[in-house]
């Protein structure tokens, strides 16, 4: 029998939706609040390839207007962010309303599974071009992106994998919150604190490093706000608590909560506002959009989100995120394709990566549970 780590007082939870059939949570009937949360990893990503892809070969110049709505692919990340902190912790409580207990060893066997395979490809192939003499890779950097510690790499990180540095950032957090969750058992006010310490500390920390320039802005406490952000929701919308604000983030229609966040990301606003204020507030404004499409079905963007380019994109957009990178390099490899070929490329090797590596081994994750 499974050791588990009960945890007193059921928590009522309801639906949610990571990426494809990731954890097995999508319903039966899959109704459109599932879809619409891939949709909204499918915009992240998207935001992310924009950023990324604006210097590569024959890449058509980006219209003016463009750059007023920042970097991009910071905010896409942001995005990833909220919603990680909302479905893992999802997960988590909703395990603990339907088996009365959280099973860590069943929780981590399930990342490593998720995690880890297409990882382990994507860093082989990067380890092949290094030989080749074809990547130039720090090997600090490439050690350091193999025990997701990349976000701590420094000044001396590259661009090949510096991307991995956000992978980093989650991994940290699914080792770290899980425990606090289990071992709060008797003291389910302990993760309320641990949540706002987050909500505070954060920024503050962000803002120090920019004044003193010390800070690092790939680490984990530094970007722990926009986690603990999707963790908050994921408790409100548990019934947990915050009843009042829980209706709240659900009533605002999904545009509101769009336009709100390019709003709080437009370029002019000066770098320590942005750190201090606008960062919490795109948070929360992610998360209030997280719980207004997976309950509100009938609104418009929860629609939008819920295509099937849009639901597709999101399924495979662990697998873009590991491999756009290397190939929209900077400097641009000889033998890579510029622009729309590379695009197609980014593509082809996410579809493949997802078919041929993250499937088969979810699928065997499950046996061997």
Not at 100 to 116: D, K
Not at 328 to 354: C, D, K, Q, T, Y
Request: charge should be positive; proline fraction near 6%.
């Amino acid at each position: 029998m499974k050791k588990r780590i009960n945890i007193v007082g059921a928590l009522t939870c309801r639906g949610e939706a990571m990426t494809q059939v990731d954890e097995a949570i999508t319903p039966p009937d899959k109704t459109l609040r599932y879809r619409a949360l891939d949709g909204m990893r499918a915009v992240a990503i998207l935001f992310v390839l924009s950023a990324h892809a604006r210097s590569s070969v024959d890449m058509p110049a980006y219209p003016q207007w463009w750059w007023h709505l920042g970097d991009l692919g910071s905010l896409g990340v942001r995005i990833f962010f909220v919603l990680s902190g909302f479905i893992i912790t999802h997960l988590l409580l909703r395990e603990s309303s339907r088996e009365g207990s959280i099973s860590l060893r069943a929780f981590y066997i399930r990342r490593i599974f998720r995690i880890i395979p297409p990882v382990i490809v994507f860093m082989s192939l990067v380890g092949v071009g290094m030989a080749l003499g074809y990547l130039q890779v720090p090997i600090k950097q490439f050690i350091m992106a193999l025990v997701f510690l990349g976000n701590y790499v420094g000044a001396s990180s590259g661009w090949t994998i510096g991307h991995l540095w956000s992978l980093a950032v989650e991994e940290q957090f699914y080792l770290f919150w899980p425990m606090v969750l289990a071992f709060t058992i008797r003291h389910a006010r302990y993760r309320w604190l641990f949540i706002f310490t987050s909500l505070v500390l954060s920024p503050a920390i962000r803002v120090w490093g920019q004044v003193h320039g010390t800070g690092n802005p790939q680490g984990f406490i530094e970007n722990s706000d926009a986690l603990a952000m999707g963790a908050l929701a994921a408790m409100i919308f548990s019934g947990a608590g915050f009843v009042r604000l829980s209706r709240f983030m659900e009533s605002v229609p999904a545009w509101v909560s769009g336009l709100m966040i390019l709003v709080f990301h437009y370029e002019p606003i000066s770098e320590i506002l942005k750190q201090a204020l606008c960062y919490p507030l795109i948070h929360f404004c992610v998360a209030a959009l997280i719980l207004r499409v997976i309950r509100v079905e009938r609104d418009p963007v929860a629609k939008l989100l819920s295509m099937r380019p849009l639901v597709f994109i999101g399924a495979i957009s662990y697998s873009l995120y590991l491999f756009q990178q290397p190939v929209f390099n900077r400097p641009p490899l000889e033998m890579l394709p510029g622009f729309p070929w590379h695009i197609v490329l980014v593509f082809a090797l996410a579809i493949a990566s997802h078919y041929c590596v993250e499937l088969p081994f979810m699928k065997w994750r499950e046996r061997f549970l």
